[in-house]
């Protein structure tokens, strides 16, 4: 967080004075202000090896009697806004963000709680609404709903509401997936266009200005992975750009794996009515949320298995390589753009779009 | 939901006209409102056999090569107001609720995610405070918490913050406690004193008028439970009575079970200080939340060793018999008064202490 200093006539005082720290939107980013904020409080405080790992989901060791089962945990609270939008809703998101969070390292997604938190004169049709949404949902991924909680808060204490999604996944022994695993010459696949889901979102606040086409990607990738997996257990990483985009899940992955990252602008495929979207509010859609892309780092010689699978595939059939993995800047993410320059790309620095899931 | 009819001219028409339901405080409160939204509307559209068994945790089965494990999987989104109250703050609250639950059914608590919904402007000495009441929690417990998410929400869209978190235990073969599990002859144990949590979130409102020693009796209870269950893997029922109390918990067991419960006022106990102040309020303390208490329900035989086991223990040392189960009056549960008579002691309806956990 930038230091603040007081305005004294027009002219700024140099000398900070004490302040407290508050939250910020921006904190919420998924971006740069998100990983200093865990950087700096939440890991200190509750650290441990596990929590530490900073992929999509948190792998622990079940022993039983005679076997050691692998699972794999996440949590992810849902605040999007407004509740519907084309394409989806807040229920479907819940579901699919926490069946993907499992899918990206490799597990699959066997059961998930549900946490409510109502505000105090909602519509319940609304309710029921969302709820046939999570079922549906659901039923796609094949995950079941075991366990609920409702709260309900006073008006003007939450915004219609809000859901907790909580996921339990088992992973195979011979598969090992995670962020940290990218090695130089493997290539970096994506499984389709980017910005859809940040791009509807706006759309339905009515900040476009005009109508589009636009629809959300929110969908459960847990049946594409397990058929990537089928073919390559051997996949490196896996990972959903959502909050904070491509540009900043690279950044993650490249300084997970102190590997340098290559892609290139012309691959990465942008909906023409999102390119436009983007245009007009001045936003690169390499920085808007997705929710039902994968990025998956591969070993070079399995890469046509793999990206012949993914285009058989539902959510994959757009599937294709962006780039390249290198042991040169270690920690960075290199764009080479359309006119043929190279630039740093940098993770998502403050807010873009708050509430985008 | 009662029906609405407008009022004309000052008189009561009649004629319901169609209207929306919606959600109100009493959705939240643990009591029969809450039962009724769930079994309305999250039932029907969530519906499967391990959602819809009604303990304080979801028991599933794990498969993994040569052996099955049994998981507990729980979750809690937690909204108590104001943050910080005698005895306690919103961290310790998430971390012992979400570990009792996952005690109550006889499971070992082993791994914890967290949800945090942090409002805008929240000074961050705020969340520092609970973060280091959450580590000190887990640590008592024992849990670990290996996965987290974060999201901010406008100011004005929370109220400060709110933590979901979600557990997973597991547990050994021989044990099989259940809500469903109470038989006639059994033993009603409580570990102590009921309404402590509840007077003490009001004392911090500024609601009781007068000073007190009243403190939240938050603790966490799996070191009691796993006592317990060590010299007695054949305890029927373990439950918390969180929301809505002790009345609350046993009219679920009752019903739960399909048994009467039969508990007797005079020894169930409740501090002076709390008894004053549910006098003052017109609060009867068999309604209100506690967070470190729980009701065990045993077969006769093994009475006197569980007790003693109790009694030994931290959380347990003000442990007794309250009551017994019958097969008579099944799914009710009837109380004898101080002075002699039998009531039935419903479940909570309606909201009697909004946002108490």
Not at 14 to 36: A, F, T, V
Not at 136 to 148: F, N, P, T
Request: aromatic letters at 4%; glycine letters at 10%.
């Amino acid at each position: 967080m930038t230091e603040e200093f007081p305005t004294i006539q027009g002219a700024v005082c140099p000398i900070p004075l004490p302040h407290q720290e508050k939250i910020m939107l921006g904190h919420g980013s998924g971006g740069k202000m998100s990983h200093n904020l865990i950087q700096k409080y939440f890991l200190p405080a509750l650290t441990n090896p596990i929590l530490s790992v900073g992929d999509d989901s948190a792998v622990v060791q079940l022993t039983s009697n005679t076997d050691i089962a692998r699972l794999a945990l996440t949590t992810d609270s849902h605040v999007v806004w407004p509740l519907f939008f084309p394409g989806g809703d807040i229920g479907r998101l819940a579901i699919c963000g926490t069946v993907n969070d499992l899918a990206m390292v490799g597990a699959i997604p066997l059961y998930l709680t549900v946490g409510f938190i109502l505000e105090e004169g909602l519509e319940i049709g609304i309710l029921e609404r969302i709820l046939q949404s999570m079922q549906e949902a659901a039923h796609e991924s094949g995950i079941i709903i075991v366990a609920g909680d409702t709260k309900v808060v006073q008006h003007g204490k939450a915004d219609g509401l809000y859901i907790n999604t909580s996921g339990v996944g088992q992973i195979n022994p011979n598969i090992h997936v995670s962020g940290a695993n990218a090695q130089p010459g493997d290539v970096v696949i994506l499984s389709g266009s980017v910005g859809d889901h940040g791009i509807a979102v706006l759309q339905a606040r009515g900040e476009l200005g005009f109508d589009s086409e636009i629809t959300s990607d929110i969908a459960p990738l847990n049946q594409l992975t397990q058929a990537m997996l089928s073919v390559c257990p051997d996949i490196h990483v896996l990972r959903d750009p959502t909050r904070g985009g491509l540009a900043t899940s690279l950044n993650e992955i490249a300084h997970q794996s102190k590997v340098g990252i290559i892609v290139k602008e012309s691959d990465i495929p942008v909906r023409p009515a999102v390119a436009v979207a983007c245009e007009m509010l001045g936003f690169d859609p390499l920085y808007i949320a997705n929710e039902g892309k994968l990025i998956a780092i591969v070993p070079e010689d399995a890469q046509g298995i793999i990206l012949s699978t993914m285009q058989k595939m539902k959510y994959g059939e757009s599937s294709r390589v962006i780039g390249r993995v290198v042991a040169d800047y270690p920690g960075k993410v290199l764009l080479i753009t359309g006119i043929g320059s190279t630039r740093i790309l940098d993770a998502l620095s403050g807010e873009l779009l708050p509430r985008i899931c």
